[in-house]
């Protein structure tokens, strides 16, 4: 079974507004990471944030990690249409050895 | 990073046949993996393809239903036998390069009649 959860399930903003989606996940993990899927094409990793860390920034992308909550969400600033995709969390559950489970995606619609 | 093609891009299949989907990466890579995405849905790993072994399949796949080969470091195939109109999304192949990240093939995208 799917190891996460997205919420929201779909989201639609205006250019310039910030995205935020979250994800819950059920065991300890070694790193979790997000991922951009465009129109149903191959997916493109965003950031990796490790079990340790609690925030990481990466351009206009912001993570956070929260363990004990065993939640992580992902921050997009001055959305561009370019952003509409999937966004998928992704974790490497402990003793895995770096096989992915995903969560259940985000959509995400920016317009202009 | 590593980049990664997939043949064929998309098929439609009649059900009953066969389709074999090919993941070609430019490089060297310890780690192969095979994803199914059924439509609207996220990402299930089918297997992890071992080069000189058989794959490692997860619960829920067999062998027999969706074979997988890797010859080398280099190439794997997917088969999707015995194709039923369920079997009707996209297949994504993916390499580990060492570290942690996965990157990702464009998807074979699958349509069974």
């Known amino acids: 079974s799917q190891q996460g959860e997205e919420d929201p399930q779909a989201l639609s903003i205006q250019e310039g507004e910030n995205a935020t989606m979250n994800c819950s996940y059920k065991?300890?993990?070694?790193?979790l990471q997000w991922y951009r899927q465009n129109s149903g094409r191959g997916l493109v990793h965003l950031i990796l944030?490790?079990?340790?860390?609690r925030e990481k920034h990466s351009g206009r992308l912001r993570v956070t990690l929260d363990t004990s909550k065993k939640s992580s969400s992902l921050l997009i600033t001055a959305s561009r249409a370019a952003d509409t995709a999937s966004y998928f969390c992704a974790t490497v559950p402990t003793g895995t050895a770096s096989k992915l489970t995903f969560g259940t995606g985000t959509r995400l619609q920016v317009t202009l | 990073s590593a980049v990664i093609s997939q043949k064929p891009s998309r098929d439609i299949c009649q059900r009953g046949t066969s389709l074999t989907i090919q993941c070609q990466v430019d490089s060297q890579v310890t780690m192969m993996f095979w994803y199914r995405q059924q439509p609207g849905q996220s990402l299930t790993l089918i297997a992890t393809?071992?080069?000189?072994?058989?794959?490692?399949?997860e619960s829920g796949f067999v062998i027999d239903k969706f074979p997988i080969s890797r010859p080398n470091l280099t190439f794997s195939t997917l088969t999707v036998s015995n194709m039923s109109p369920e079997d009707s999304s996209i297949y994504l192949c993916?390499?580990?390069?060492?570290?942690?990240?996965?990157?990702f093939g464009p998807g074979t995208r699958l349509l069974v009649l």
């Open positions: 993916s390499v580990g390069t060492g570290g942690e990240t996965q990157y």
């Open positions: 944030i490790r079990s340790n860390e």
């Open positions: 393809a071992n080069q000189g072994s058989e794959a490692t399949y």
């Open positions: 065991t300890s993990i070694n790193n």
